[in-house]
C-alpha cells in the first residue's frame, strides 16, 4: 500500500492563498478551499498577475479584464468574497526582493496561519517543465512568510510585522505530505475551475464542464488511494 497522507491541520482560522495566475487556485485547491469555508474558516486569495497573457487569441488589454472577472466568479463559488491583484506582468514575473516585498506586505495585511501557494518546483512530477511564473511565485511566498515577520525586513510596508504563520502549503506537488478530504467540496471545486469558461474554450476543445470534471475528479480520485479511499486535495505541508 502507498504511504498513507497526513491530514491537513484544522487549528486554524485564516488562510491567505497566493499564487501567480488566475486559474492557478482552480486546478484541484478550490475544493479544498470550499471544505475550510463550510468551516467556517476565512481564506482570501491573492493573485499576482491578471493572467493577461494566458489566452493566445484575446490580447492582454481584453484578456486581463476578461480573466479577473472569472477568477472573481470562481472564488465565489467556493465561498471566498476576497480576492486581490497584483500588478505584475503575465509570463515575466521576477522574483527578487520586490516581489517578496509585496508578498510579506500582503501577509501582514491579512495575517493568516496558513499561507497556500502552488508549485515552485522545477518540474511537474519530473515530467512537465514549470512555468517561470509559478516557480518565481511559489518561491516568493515561502520566503515571504518568514520576511513578514522579521521587523527589520522591508520595515515600510503599511502593516505591522506579522510573525503568527504557521504552515506554508503547497499545492500540486510530486511529493505531498497531507490531505484534505473534499468528499462536500469536490463538486463546488469542478464547478470553480467551470468559471474560467474563455481561458478553458480558448485551452481546449474539450466542454468547459466535461474538461474540469475529468480533472478535478480525476486529481481526487489519485489522491484517494493514499488517504483512506476518501476523494482528497494534497499538498506539501511545511511548518514555520
Known amino acids: 500500500m502507498a504511504e498513507q ?10 488562510a491567505l492563498a ?41 490580447e492582454p488589454a481584453k484578456a486581463g479584464p ?41 501577509i501582514r495585511r491579512h495575517r493568516p496561519e496558513l499561507v497556500i501557494t502552488l508549485n515552485p518546483d522545477d518540474t511537474w512530477g519530473g515530467t512537465y517543465w514549470n512555468t517561470p511564473d509559478h516557480r518565481a511565485v511559489g518561491r516568493a511566498v515561502l520566503d515571504a512568510a518568514g520576511d513578514a515577520g522579521n521587523r527589520w525586513i522591508f520595515p515600510d510596508t503599511d502593516a505591522e510585522p506579522w510573525n503568527g504563520v504557521r504552515w506554508v502549503a503547497v499545492a500540486g506537488s510530486s ?46 480520485e489519485q489522491a484517494a488511494e493514499r488517504f483512506g479511499g476518501r476523494p482528497a486535495i494534497t499538498f506539501r505541508l511545511f511548518p514555520r
Not at 5 to 14: A, G, H
Not at 75 to 96: K, M, P, Q, S, W
Not at 192 to 219: C, M, Q
Open 5 to 14: 497522507l497526513e491530514p491537513m491541520p484544522e487549528d486554524w482560522q485564516r
Open 66 to 106: 476578461v480573466r479577473e472577472r472569472e477568477e472573481r466568479a470562481s472564488a465565489a463559488v467556493v465561498g471566498v468574497t476576497g480576492v486581490e491583484f497584483l500588478d505584475h506582468a503575465d509570463g515575466v514575473i521576477e522574483y527578487g526582493t520586490a516581489l517578496r516585498r509585496d508578498l510579506a506586505a500582503a
Open 18 to 58: 497566493i499564487v501567480a495566475h488566475p486559474d492557478d487556485l482552480e486546478y484541484g485547491c478550490a475544493a479544498a478551499v470550499a471544505t475550510w469555508t463550510d468551516a467556517g474558516r476565512e481564506v482570501t486569495y491573492l493573485v499576482v498577475t491578471r493572467g493577461e497573457a494566458g489566452i493566445d487569441t484575446l
Open 175 to 220: 511529493e505531498p505530505t497531507h490531505a484534505v478530504d473534499v468528499t462536500d467540496g469536490l463538486e463546488r471545486g469542478v464547478q470553480s475551475l467551470v468559471e474560467h469558461r474563455t481561458y478553458i474554450e480558448a485551452l481546449t476543445d474539450e466542454a468547459p464542464e466535461a474538461y474540469a470534471r475529468s480533472l478535478i475528479e480525476g486529481f481526487a
